[in-house]
Protein backbone atom coordinates (compact mmCIF):
# COMPACT_ATOMS: atom_id res chain seq x y z
CA UNK A 1 0.00 0.00 0.00
CA UNK A 2 2.72 1.98 -0.49
CA UNK A 3 2.11 6.18 -1.84
CA UNK A 4 5.03 5.59 -4.08
CA UNK A 5 7.42 8.40 -2.51
CA UNK A 6 9.74 6.86 -0.13
CA UNK A 7 11.88 8.61 2.54
CA UNK A 8 15.54 8.85 1.43
CA UNK A 9 16.82 8.87 5.30
CA UNK A 10 14.42 6.04 6.43
CA UNK A 11 15.57 3.98 3.32
CA UNK A 12 19.31 4.81 3.99
CA UNK A 13 18.29 3.76 7.69
CA UNK A 14 16.94 0.51 6.18
CA UNK A 15 20.34 -0.22 4.48
CA UNK A 16 22.28 0.16 7.12
CA UNK A 17 20.49 -2.14 9.67
CA UNK A 18 20.46 -4.91 6.90
CA UNK A 19 24.12 -4.77 6.13
CA UNK A 20 24.50 -5.11 10.08
CA UNK A 21 22.28 -7.72 9.58
CA UNK A 22 23.96 -9.94 6.94
CA UNK A 23 27.52 -8.50 8.95
CA UNK A 24 25.68 -10.64 11.98
CA UNK A 25 28.37 -10.83 15.53
CA UNK A 26 31.35 -9.30 12.94
CA UNK A 27 29.61 -6.17 12.96
CA UNK A 28 31.02 -2.76 10.62
CA UNK A 29 32.98 0.26 11.24
CA UNK A 30 31.32 3.38 9.68
CA UNK A 31 33.84 2.98 6.51
CA UNK A 32 32.93 -0.42 5.98
CA UNK A 33 29.17 0.86 5.76
CA UNK A 34 30.18 3.50 3.62
CA UNK A 35 31.82 0.81 1.10
CA UNK A 36 28.71 -1.65 1.64
CA UNK A 37 25.80 0.83 1.15
CA UNK A 38 27.12 3.48 -1.34
CA UNK A 39 26.08 6.40 1.65
CA UNK A 40 28.24 9.47 2.09
CA UNK A 41 30.77 9.79 5.14
CA UNK A 42 28.57 12.52 6.60
CA UNK A 43 24.89 11.02 5.90
CA UNK A 44 26.52 7.81 7.71
CA UNK A 45 27.51 9.51 10.87
CA UNK A 46 24.56 11.30 10.82
CA UNK A 47 22.47 8.18 10.72
CA UNK A 48 24.55 6.44 12.96
CA UNK A 49 24.88 8.53 15.34
CA UNK A 50 20.67 8.42 15.40
CA UNK A 51 20.18 5.00 15.52
CA UNK A 52 22.87 4.54 18.46
CA UNK A 53 20.67 7.26 20.50
CA UNK A 54 17.41 5.23 19.65
CA UNK A 55 18.98 1.83 20.45
CA UNK A 56 18.61 0.38 17.01
CA UNK A 57 22.65 -0.02 16.84
CA UNK A 58 25.12 0.06 18.99
CA UNK A 59 28.54 0.53 19.20
CA UNK A 60 32.12 -1.04 20.38
CA UNK A 61 34.02 1.72 21.71
CA UNK A 62 37.67 -0.17 21.58
CA UNK A 63 36.79 -1.86 17.67
CA UNK A 64 34.60 1.08 16.71
CA UNK A 65 32.35 -1.58 15.17
CA UNK A 66 28.46 -1.52 14.88
CA UNK A 67 26.27 -4.14 15.41
CA UNK A 68 22.49 -4.24 16.02
CA UNK A 69 21.13 -2.75 18.76
CA UNK A 70 18.50 -3.86 21.73
CA UNK A 71 15.97 -2.08 20.76
CA UNK A 72 15.39 -3.90 17.85
CA UNK A 73 14.79 -6.98 20.10
CA UNK A 74 11.61 -5.88 21.53
CA UNK A 75 10.54 -4.47 17.96
CA UNK A 76 10.88 -7.97 16.53
CA UNK A 77 9.49 -9.83 19.18
CA UNK A 78 6.58 -7.69 18.85
CA UNK A 79 6.30 -8.63 15.04
CA UNK A 80 6.70 -12.08 16.21
CA UNK A 81 4.16 -11.92 18.09
CA UNK A 82 1.53 -10.95 15.83
CA UNK A 83 2.49 -12.64 13.08
CA UNK A 84 1.81 -15.75 15.54
CA UNK A 85 -1.30 -14.08 16.21
CA UNK A 86 -2.22 -14.15 12.42
CA UNK A 87 -0.80 -18.03 12.24
CA UNK A 88 -3.53 -18.55 14.90
CA UNK A 89 -6.48 -17.28 13.51
CA UNK A 90 -5.60 -18.56 10.27
CA UNK A 91 -5.81 -22.11 11.58
CA UNK A 92 -9.05 -21.07 13.15
CA UNK A 93 -10.68 -19.74 10.52
CA UNK A 94 -9.64 -21.58 7.19
CA UNK A 95 -12.05 -24.67 8.05
CA UNK A 96 -15.40 -22.45 8.18
CA UNK A 97 -15.11 -21.36 4.73
CA UNK A 98 -14.94 -24.94 3.72
CA UNK A 99 -17.82 -25.83 6.36
CA UNK A 100 -20.24 -22.36 5.59
CA UNK A 101 -19.42 -21.51 1.98
CA UNK A 102 -18.73 -18.48 3.01
CA UNK A 103 -15.82 -16.14 2.20
CA UNK A 104 -13.28 -15.39 5.70
CA UNK A 105 -10.87 -12.79 5.93
CA UNK A 106 -8.64 -11.82 8.81
CA UNK A 107 -7.96 -7.98 9.02
CA UNK A 108 -4.99 -6.37 11.40
CA UNK A 109 -5.55 -3.13 12.72
CA UNK A 110 -3.61 -0.11 11.98
CA UNK A 111 -3.58 2.27 14.59
CA UNK A 112 -7.45 2.63 16.35
CA UNK A 113 -9.44 4.01 12.97
CA UNK A 114 -8.24 1.47 10.27
CA UNK A 115 -7.44 -1.80 9.18
CA UNK A 116 -6.39 -3.73 6.48
CA UNK A 117 -6.69 -7.08 4.97
CA UNK A 118 -3.90 -9.65 5.73
CA UNK A 119 -5.06 -13.04 5.04
CA UNK A 120 -8.19 -14.81 2.85
CA UNK A 121 -10.09 -17.61 2.70
CA UNK A 122 -12.58 -18.86 0.17
CA UNK A 123 -14.92 -22.15 -0.17
CA UNK A 124 -13.53 -24.91 -2.24
CA UNK A 125 -16.97 -24.70 -4.57
CA UNK A 126 -19.25 -22.61 -5.80
CA UNK A 127 -19.71 -18.74 -6.13
CA UNK A 128 -18.44 -16.52 -3.22
CA UNK A 129 -17.84 -13.08 -2.62
CA UNK A 130 -14.48 -11.45 -3.57
CA UNK A 131 -12.11 -9.54 -0.75
CA UNK A 132 -8.62 -7.97 -2.00
CA UNK A 133 -5.73 -8.68 0.07
CA UNK A 134 -4.28 -4.97 1.52
CA UNK A 135 -8.12 -3.82 0.97
CA UNK A 136 -8.19 -1.30 3.74
CA UNK A 137 -11.49 -0.48 6.03
CA UNK A 138 -12.17 2.74 8.21
CA UNK A 139 -14.87 3.43 11.25
CA UNK A 140 -17.71 4.04 8.95
CA UNK A 141 -17.16 0.92 6.55
CA UNK A 142 -19.56 -2.08 7.55
CA UNK A 143 -18.86 -5.04 10.33
CA UNK A 144 -15.23 -4.11 10.69
CA UNK A 145 -15.98 -0.51 11.34
CA UNK A 146 -18.62 -1.26 13.89
CA UNK A 147 -16.03 -3.42 15.86
CA UNK A 148 -13.20 -0.91 15.76
CA UNK A 149 -15.88 1.99 16.87
CA UNK A 150 -16.54 -0.62 19.65
CA UNK A 151 -13.36 -0.93 20.96
CA UNK A 152 -12.90 2.51 21.57
CA UNK A 153 -14.11 4.40 24.67
CA UNK A 154 -17.79 5.12 24.37
CA UNK A 155 -17.35 9.00 24.89
CA UNK A 156 -14.74 8.76 22.27
CA UNK A 157 -16.68 6.96 19.98
CA UNK A 158 -19.78 9.47 20.41
CA UNK A 159 -17.03 12.52 19.84
CA UNK A 160 -15.99 11.25 16.55
CA UNK A 161 -19.47 9.98 15.31
CA UNK A 162 -20.85 14.03 16.13
CA UNK A 163 -18.01 15.39 14.39
CA UNK A 164 -18.01 13.27 11.30
CA UNK A 165 -20.80 13.24 8.66
CA UNK A 166 -21.33 9.70 7.97
CA UNK A 167 -21.13 8.19 4.77
CA UNK A 168 -23.64 7.12 2.65
CA UNK A 169 -21.92 3.81 0.86
CA UNK A 170 -25.85 2.14 -0.26
CA UNK A 171 -29.25 3.39 0.82
CA UNK A 172 -29.12 0.69 3.77
CA UNK A 173 -25.84 2.54 5.43
CA UNK A 174 -26.59 3.91 9.01
CA UNK A 175 -26.25 7.69 8.65
CA UNK A 176 -28.04 8.96 11.68
CA UNK A 177 -25.70 8.97 14.45
CA UNK A 178 -28.07 7.69 16.85
CA UNK A 179 -28.59 4.31 14.70
CA UNK A 180 -24.73 3.39 14.81
CA UNK A 181 -24.29 4.51 18.55
CA UNK A 182 -27.01 2.04 18.93
CA UNK A 183 -25.15 -0.84 16.63
CA UNK A 184 -21.94 0.21 18.25
CA UNK A 185 -23.28 -1.40 21.70
CA UNK A 186 -24.70 -3.99 20.40
CA UNK A 187 -21.02 -5.32 18.96
CA UNK A 188 -20.26 -4.47 22.57
CA UNK A 189 -22.57 -6.84 24.16
CA UNK A 190 -22.64 -9.75 22.13
CA UNK A 191 -19.09 -9.54 20.94
CA UNK A 192 -19.65 -9.05 16.88
CA UNK A 193 -20.94 -7.00 14.16
CA UNK A 194 -22.51 -7.29 11.43
CA UNK A 195 -23.51 -5.00 8.16
CA UNK A 196 -26.15 -6.15 6.18
CA UNK A 197 -25.36 -4.26 2.73
CA UNK A 198 -24.45 -1.24 4.36
CA UNK A 199 -21.22 -1.29 2.31
CA UNK A 200 -22.11 -3.15 -1.04
CA UNK A 201 -24.62 -4.97 -2.09
CA UNK A 202 -23.07 -8.20 0.11
CA UNK A 203 -23.31 -8.65 4.01
CA UNK A 204 -20.72 -9.71 6.38
CA UNK A 205 -20.50 -10.06 10.36
CA UNK A 206 -17.02 -9.49 11.90
CA UNK A 207 -15.46 -9.69 15.62
CA UNK A 208 -12.67 -8.34 16.96
CA UNK A 209 -9.69 -10.00 18.64
CA UNK A 210 -7.98 -8.02 21.24
CA UNK A 211 -4.21 -7.91 21.74
CA UNK A 212 -2.38 -7.54 25.03
CA UNK A 213 -3.75 -3.92 25.89
CA UNK A 214 -7.36 -2.27 25.14
CA UNK A 215 -7.30 -2.30 21.50
CA UNK A 216 -7.76 -4.62 18.85
CA UNK A 217 -5.60 -6.38 17.45
CA UNK A 218 -7.02 -8.38 14.43
CA UNK A 219 -10.57 -8.52 13.44
CA UNK A 220 -11.87 -12.25 11.69
CA UNK A 221 -15.30 -11.31 9.08
CA UNK A 222 -17.44 -13.53 7.34
CA UNK A 223 -18.92 -11.83 3.74
CA UNK A 224 -21.45 -13.63 1.67
CA UNK A 225 -24.35 -13.03 -0.44
CA UNK A 226 -26.86 -11.63 0.94
CA UNK A 227 -28.97 -14.75 -0.09
CA UNK A 228 -25.85 -17.03 1.33
CA UNK A 229 -25.40 -14.54 4.98
CA UNK A 230 -28.66 -13.73 6.35
CA UNK A 231 -31.48 -14.52 8.82
CA UNK A 232 -30.65 -16.83 11.40
CA UNK A 233 -27.21 -17.54 10.07
CA UNK A 234 -26.29 -14.26 10.40
CA UNK A 235 -26.10 -14.51 14.66
CA UNK A 236 -24.85 -18.42 14.16
CA UNK A 237 -22.00 -16.98 12.04
CA UNK A 238 -21.17 -13.84 14.85
CA UNK A 239 -21.31 -15.95 17.53
CA UNK A 240 -18.52 -18.98 16.25
CA UNK A 241 -16.35 -15.19 15.25
CA UNK A 242 -16.73 -14.73 18.70
CA UNK A 243 -16.24 -17.94 19.91
CA UNK A 244 -12.86 -18.33 17.78
CA UNK A 245 -11.81 -14.72 18.73
CA UNK A 246 -11.68 -16.16 22.51
CA UNK A 247 -9.96 -19.52 21.35
CA UNK A 248 -7.06 -17.07 19.63
CA UNK A 249 -6.42 -14.86 22.62
CA UNK A 250 -6.17 -18.10 24.83
CA UNK A 251 -3.99 -19.64 22.59
CA UNK A 252 -1.73 -16.93 21.93
CA UNK A 253 -1.55 -16.42 26.08
CA UNK A 254 -3.72 -13.58 26.26
CA UNK A 255 -6.55 -14.72 29.02
Not at 28 to 41: F, H, I, M, N, P
Not at 44 to 66: C, I, P, Q, W
Not at 122 to 137: E, F, K
Not at 210 to 219: D, F, N, Y
Amino acid sequence: MSSGYRVPAVVSAAKILRELRRNGEEGATQSELVRATGLSKSSMHNLLATLEDEGFVGRDSRTKEYRLGPALITLGAAASGQARLIEIAAERLAPLATELGLSFAIAQTVGPYEAVIVERFYPPQGVHVGIRLGSTYGLYEGALGKCMLAALPAGEVERIIDKRSIPAHTDRTLTRPGDLLAEVEQVRERGWGVSIQELNENNAVAAGVRGRGEGLALMLVALGFAEQLGGDRIEETGRRLAGISHQIRSSAGLE
